[in-house]
């Protein structure tokens, strides 16, 4: 494993350096925002003296402060050095190009088109009796040529001189004679052949070309699936080319993120080791030991028994903590209102984007929010909070102006830069692969002190540090009543309370209802005091995969991955399956506020009964079987609850008519005006008939006087008191067809709550409709009118 060995008689040095990316990684631990890697280094050969062991190729991301080595044996570490260097590795070395396929793979069916197709047997028979038939058939009117031009001779030969003699006429006349008839002989013979032969040759042509229809028609079928393998053949062959390119791209983009992370500088480790030829009992690893006499050998007298003494084996473990490296959690969450039930995906995506590759190593995930470099933040101390008295307008009212003390500004302010300030430095690491600058930084400790205590003890986790609270303005009432009632409900207040307790109506330019400007608004507590509450859960065993492993060690809960895994440095993270936490019972309820917005916002109201504390992520929402998109899932942890937005359920439909205003005037001495108003909602479930009835939590309001001489009187539903919890019975059907006295279509409960705030429980059968009437009264003296104080 180690890359050079050596011995410096000079100093009586044994010096071995050791390549990050060769050494074995145990363990690594993903946190949120940094992780903690644990490297082990097996059978070091050291020697009795002074050693040396150099590691190099370490990503810039790691923290120095936070390196430990332990040591079992013999070996004592004395010192530690840790600088930047230049990253000597070879990137082509490292990352060899693979090689893509050779483009110019030949099939060996290719060609086949030019292959010359087998004939029958009696086609080619045929031709071959064609063909001898066409040669005698040539040599048949060769023959009558060549009698026609012998007759020829013969006439040319009768032409010559006159011939005086006897004889001589006598002998070429018998000679011509002869000639002549063997001459018409041959040419009478042979046009009667070539008469035959016509006529065989004619024959056999028409015979060649039955055969040779008949053959095409039986290569008719071969050549078209012939045509239909090539058109099959050359699409694989174009899906073939495709995938090579795909692969090519695939890979030219592997080897572009490889270049991203390949560093140019790498921080480099030296650790110094001392080996004594006597070693106390009390070295044991882990042990102390005061006022042990040591004969202290030299170094020279070491240096001269190396030759004498073999070397000493040492393991060697080396821990250090790296940012751009963390893990988040990631959820599915499946709705079901068929049977009130739900189930959790709980998935890890890890991340690791430093220039080291983890190998083969065990993967635990752990909730602690611990900022490892801001140990040095203090618990502050409260300053006294003095106030006085002024006359006078100052510019802000007196409760705004003694809301905040000028300490809690100074320290929001503080916090919120270090959040800033926190963002960029993580920023500059990310980017620091690449850096050309050099520094070098040393870290020399005391032995009893740093090096000889265990890698993670002394580099505990610790709780996160208070959170600032973020203190929320109280919600703008229509009627500014001082009292702690409905209009005046904290943000805090809106938390306890969930979607079914008191809601406060924002105003009309807010959120009204949805979960997240509850979210914004609520005062956010530090995450130690919600883990500190957390109830004993019940045992679900089949809330955690088996292959998962969760334990909770004080504030902070971890999970052990199953198997060894790789992480090696890219963008994306790989997603990695924690959980499965089922739900029951889970409460589905609508929340309408008609006087905002006449829609009925579905609500789901979930525990988490398993003991898996959840963490704040993003979740893929889906309901009854259909995607409903990405939400972001509360901190829950185990026997909480929390709540889920899912929206507008278009199957309730709510109307909101417009008011009803009768006026009237009395009195004959001190006339008094006088008006009634009526307002109505109108709810209608157009579920299929036979559906489960659904629950509605519907709000409105009668404003509230701020003068004596303004009055207002509830007039229905009749028999209300404040925060009278039993309610009054009210509502009515309301559907062509249906009477109005049916009582079919379920209940509703009406109550009464401060600041004149009204609420119906509703209960709402499917295919029904009901009304639900608010009627209120407003007095004033004659002359003067009402009007709303801002």
Not at 266 to 288: D, H, K, M, N, W
Not at 327 to 342: E, F, G, I, K, R
Request: proline share 4%; glycine share 6%; aromatic share 6%.
């Amino acid at each position: 494993m180690a890359i050079s060995t050596t011995f410096s008689e000079e100093d009586s040095i044994h010096k071995v350096e050791y390549l990050a990316s060769d050494i074995n990684t145990s363990s690594v631990t993903l946190f949120p925002s940094r992780a903690q890697v644990r490297r082990e280094i097996k059978a070091v050969q050291l020697k009795h003296g002074t050693n040396q062991i150099t590691i190099v190729g370490l990503s810039q991301t790691l923290d120095p402060d936070s390196i430990r080595v332990e040591s079992n044996g013999s070996a004592t570490v004395t010192n530690l050095e840790v600088e930047e260097v230049p990253n000597r590795q070879l990137f082509d070395e490292v990352y060899p190009e693979i090689e893509s396929e050779s483009e110019s793979e030949s099939d060996n069916d290719e060609g086949s088109d030019d292959e010359v197709r087998p004939e029958s047997y009696h086609l080619t028979a045929a031709q071959q009796e064609l063909y001898q038939l066409k040669d005698k058939l040539d040599m048949a009117r060769d023959g009558v040529c060549n009698a026609e031009r012998r007759l020829e001779i013969l006439e040319d030969i009768s032409k010559l001189g006159n011939r005086k003699a006897t004889d001589f006429i006598q002998t070429t006349l018998d000679h011509y004679k002869e000639q002549r008839a063997k001459a018409c002989q041959d040419m009478v013979e042979n046009r009667k052949l070539v008469t035959d032969l016509t006529k065989d040759v004619a024959k056999a042509e028409k015979k060649v070309n039955k055969l040779q229809s008949e053959e095409d028609k039986k290569n008719e079928k071969k050549n078209k699936a012939k045509a239909k393998a090539k058109k099959e053949k050359e699409k694989k062959k174009a899906l073939k080319d495709r995938a090579k390119g795909e692969a090519r791209r695939e890979r030219a983009r592997l080897r572009r993120e490889q270049e991203r992370f390949w560093p140019l500088n790498v921080y480099s480790v030296c650790i110094t080791l001392e080996v004594v030829a006597f070693t106390p009992a009390s070295s044991r690893r882990g042990s102390t030991a005061s006022d042990i006499d040591i004969s202290v050998v030299s170094a020279a007298d070491v240096h001269d028994d190396v030759e004498k003494t073999a070397s000493v084996e040492s393991d060697l473990v080396f821990s250090y903590v790296t940012s751009s490296a963390y893990w988040v959690p990631n959820y599915d969450l499946q709705l079901s209102t068929t049977n009130a039930s739900a189930s959790l995906f709980f998935d890890a995506m890890l991340t690791n984007q430093t220039s080291e590759t983890w190998k083969n190593c065990k993967i635990t995930l752990s909730t602690s929010q611990a900022t490892f470099s801001a140990l040095d933040d203090k618990i502050p101390t409260l300053q006294p909070w003095r106030i006085g008295i002024t006359s006078g307008y100052v510019g802000r009212r007196d409760d705004d102006r003694i809301t905040w003390s000028r300490e809690e500004m100074v320290a929001t302010h503080r916090a919120k830069n270090q959040a800033k300030n926190q963002a960029v430095m993580l920023q500059a690491e990310n980017s620091t692969f690449n850096s050309t600058k050099m520094k070098t930084k040393k870290i020399t400790s005391n032995i009893a002190n740093s090096f000889q205590q265990p890698a993670f003890a002394s580099y505990a986790v610790p709780p996160p540090p208070p959170t600032a609270p973020v203190v929320t303005q109280r919600a703008s009432s229509l009627f500014k009543g001082q009292s702690t009632g409905f209009g005046n409900t904290s943000g805090a207040a809106v938390r306890g309370g969930g979607l079914f307790g008191s809601v406060t109506p924002a105003a009309p330019a807010g959120g009204l209802f949805s979960s997240r400007a509850d979210e914004r608004e609520a005062i956010v507590e530090p995450e130690s005091v919600q883990e500190a509450e957390v109830e004993e859960p019940s045992n679900d065993e089949d809330a955690i995969y088996d292959a998962s492993l969760m334990e909770e060690t004080g504030l902070t809960t971890t999970y052990d991955l199953p198997g060894l895994k790789t992480l090696a440095p890219k963008y994306n993270g790989s997603k990695q399956r924690v959980a499965r936490i089922p739900f029951s019972n889970v409460v589905f309820s609508h929340t309408v506020v008609a006087k905002y917005k006449a829609v009925a916002y579905l609500n789901a109201k979930l525990k988490n009964s398993s003991k898996v504390a959840l963490l704040k992520g993003n979740a893929s929402l889906t309901l009854d079987g259909t995607f409903m998109g990405k939400t972001s899932l509360p901190r829950c942890s185990s026997g909480e609850s929390f709540n889920l937005s899912l929206g507008i359920d278009p199957a309730i439909k709510v109307t909101y008519a417009k008011p009803e205003v009768h006026r009237t005037s009395s009195g004959l001495f001190s006339k008094e005006d006088s008006a009634v108003y009526i307002r109505t909602i109108t709810l209608h479930n157009t579920r299929a008939v036979g559906g489960r009835a659904v629950d509605l939590l519907v709000q409105d309001q009668v404003p509230v006087s701020e003068d004596e001489r303004l009055r207002v009187e509830l007039l229905y539903p009749r028999g209300l008191v404040v925060d009278n919890h039993n309610g009054v019975a009210t509502g009515a059907a309301d559907k062509e067809g249906q009477s109005k006295d049916d009582g079919n279509w379920g209940k509703a409960i009406a109550k009464l709550k401060k600041e004149g705030q009204l609420s119906w429980d509703v209960s709402l059968n499917a295919g029904k409709a009901a009304k639900l009437t608010l009627e209120y009264s407003v007095s004033l003296p004659g002359g003067h009118s009402a009007y709303e104080v801002m």
